[in-house]
């Protein structure tokens, strides 16, 4: 087909009269040769005809009407259902640039390799065309992208992601910047060709050009290869211009905290992918007289504001969030985001009565159709719905979301907490002595990798603010800018820093801290230290809180359990200090003189203990 026949790709189909964009619409229509192209608008009768074009597909499933409203299950195919990170690339000019921490290759080669893979790669299938904005569109920058995808799934899931719609199209104008992202499933299908449920290609690219703010995804149709807006945007293309700019683009969610006395704190936190994030943004405290709001679950933006305090948003609309393990008890507020309908999940398990289950979910059911479309019942050896299932829900049907989620302005941060799963070593809660000190926390951050990516689960790897898979630079710069940042401000006013471990075991392997709502008590305490209004203790790694210091009040956890969650074990951490220093090998010759120096500071407590 010549593009002069593709239909939907003349100028008056396009609801923009942008020249890059439709230049740019043109070239990659032409290139990849859909049978037509499309503009999406976001619009519920988008989103009706396109759920029920995926329904007769068999690529989605309607749910129950009254139990699941205009709510949709995915099964992806089984090959396709993670992050890859072995197939993510930043193509930096340099390859100094990219790091130690990413796969790199030549711009100009990954540009040719995929030009290839994308030549006839969307024949038989529709070209969406998706301009997006990350963050409030009524910011004085708005930070606009426009995704062209072969996948109506993605259009759906971006539409509940990010903002979308013809205000976004209006704040493009004729010449505002905006990110190209480009998303072919790599499964072009020849005429009379049946189509598969989940269309996806074995061989896939998850390429960013940092300094073109360019992205280019293939092959997967999963959501952080796919849905663009969201990790390669938000976190990957964002964290270069950040470093460029001066601000700070980060894997964190954002929780508004209000105290009996009515008072607000804002609290970023970056733990690693399915390692609580989404818990804590949506905490019900136990703790009476303590409230919670939440403004988002997995990334936050965050610069300095005119009165030099750290202002952080959100650049999401909705919550891409891990099912296994989310329940009425552990996460009240996620059920009743997803159950208010206009949800997509995607790998959970389906119900006799078409609705949907998963591992840790209340109910005993002894039927189900597993994530794969297999018969299931509790004597079966396989989990029902993956572990890294996903529910795609709007943001804004959150009971707990805090009314100023959506203000351009943001809000000042007080505390930021690191964390990540650590059977053993590290204690429950630990404040930095300076900001220094908490980047140099946030800097060796070590997790039990999760289902969240590919690789062996359980295994411990350096996870720096839990950002090591989204890093859109070289790690050394990013913790040089990060100590930079500390460096130009009033110590004052900075947030103050905290490294948490909800996830310390005891010799039974049972968890020691009972957690999730439970962890109001630890961020009664952080509030605490902020106002100067409680003790803990100095140790080599920080000021760790004691049992007294806490509020442990009705809490039903042995003394034994809460000591040893707390401890500081001199031997564990003279046990980390080889892995920490094969880290910082690895990070080489741009790793920040302030982090070796508080790596030399706490070698010699340690050994002075
Ligand atoms: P991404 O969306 O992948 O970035 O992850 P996330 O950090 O938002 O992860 P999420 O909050 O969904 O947590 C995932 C897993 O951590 C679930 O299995 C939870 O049950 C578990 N989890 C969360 N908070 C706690 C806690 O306080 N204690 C324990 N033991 N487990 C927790
Ligand atoms: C993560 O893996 O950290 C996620 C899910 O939040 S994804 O969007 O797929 O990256
Ligand atoms: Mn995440």
């Given amino acids: 087909m010549t593009s002069a026949t593709i239909p939907g790709l003349d100028p008056d189909s396009a609801p923009t009269s942008h020249t890059e964009l439709l230049a740019w619409v043109r070239e990659i229509a032409e290139l990849t040769q859909p049978d037509r192209v499309e503009w999406s608008d ?63 290759v030549d711009p100009t080669e990954m540009r040719a390799t995929m030009t290839d893979l994308y030549r006839g790669s969307m024949r038989g299938r529709t070209m969406y065309v998706i301009p997006f904005c990350m963050g409030p569109l009524g910011s004085d920058d708005p930070k606009l992208g426009v995704e062209i995808t072969d996948s109506a799934y993605v259009v759906l ?86 470093h460029d700019e001066g601000w700070l683009a980060e894997h964190m969610l954002i929780l508004k905290l209000i105290s ?89 398990a389906r119900t006799d009565d078409n609705n ?26 396989t989990p029902a719905a993956h572990p890294n299932s996903r529910y795609c829900t709007p943001m804004s049907q959150c009971p707990i979301m805090a009314p100023e989620w959506d203000d ?40 039990e990798q999760t289902a969240a990516a590919e690789g062996t689960v359980g295994t411990i790897r350096r996870d720096p603010m839990a950002m090591l898979p989204f890093l859109g630079y070289n790690v050394g710069d990013y913790l040089n800018h990060w100590i930079d940042l500390g460096k130009n401000a009033d110590e004052s006013k900075l947030p103050k820093v905290f490294y948490v471990n909800w996830f310390r075991r005891g010799a039974d392997k049972r968890f020691l801290w009972p957690g999730f709502g439970e962890n109001s008590r630890v961020l009664k305490w952080i509030v605490e230290r902020i106002e100067g209004k409680t003790g803990g203790i100095d140790t080599p790694v920080g000021i760790v809180a004691t049992p007294e210091s ?6 039903d956890v042995s003394e034994a359990d809460v000591a040893e969650a707390l401890a500081v074990n001199t031997d564990e951490w003279l046990n980390e200090i080889p892995s920490i220093e094969e880290w910082f090998d690895f990070v080489g010759e741009k790793l920040p003189t302030g982090i070796k120096d508080e790596f030399d500071s706490l070698k010699q407590r340690l050994n002075a203990d």
């Fill in 260 to 348: 009996p006395e009515e008072k607000a704190y804002y609290i970023a936190a970056a733990f690693p992918s399915a390692c609580g994030k989404t818990n804590l943004a949506m905490i019900q405290p136990t703790i009476p007289g303590w409230r919670a709001e939440t403004l988002g679950d997995d990334i936050a933006w965050m610069r300095f504001g005119d009165d030099g305090r750290l202002y952080a948003v959100n650049p999401e609309f909705g919550f891409f969030g891990v099912a296994p393990g989310t329940n009425y008890s552990s996460n009240p507020n996620a059920m009743k985001t997803m159950e208010a309908g206009n949800t997509i999940y995607t790998n959970v």
């Fill in 356 to 381: 949907v289950w998963w591992e840790g979910l209340e109910g005993d059911p002894q039927h189900l159709i597993d994530w794969r479309g297999n018969d299931w019942t509790p004597d079966s050896d």
């Fill in 408 to 447: 351009p302005k943001g809000v000042p941060i007080s505390a930021i907490l690191f964390g990540g799963r650590r059977k053993t070593t590290v204690p429950l809660v630990t404040e930095a002595r300076s900001w220094q000190h908490g980047v140099f926390m946030g800097a060796t951050v070590g997790s």
């Fill in 157 to 242: 899931s971006m539409r509940v992601m990010t903002r979308v719609g013809p205000e976004v199209v209006a704040a493009l104008g004729e010449d505002r910047f905006f990110v190209k992202a480009l998303h072919s499933l790599g499964a072009p299908l020849e005429s009379g060709q049946d189509d598969v449920p989940w269309p996806c290609n074995p061989d896939k690219y998850i390429t960013h050009f940092p300094e073109d703010r360019e992205i280019w995804s293939f092959g997967s149709g999963y959501g952080g290869n796919a849905l663009l807006g969201k990790k390669c945007y938000s976190l990957r293309i964002a964290s270069a211009m950040a």
């Fill in 550 to 555: 806490l509020d442990l009040e009705g809490l």
């Fill in 42 to 104: 976001g619009s519920d009768a988008e989103w009706d005809r396109l759920t029920t074009e995926l329904v007769a597909a068999g690529t989605l499933t309607k749910l129950n009407e009254d139990k699941a409203p205009n709510s949709f299950l995915a099964n992806s195919d089984p090959a396709d259902v993670a992050r890859v990170e072995s197939r993510t690339y930043i193509c930096s000019k340099r390859e100094v640039d990219a790091g130690p921490t990413n796969n790199w």
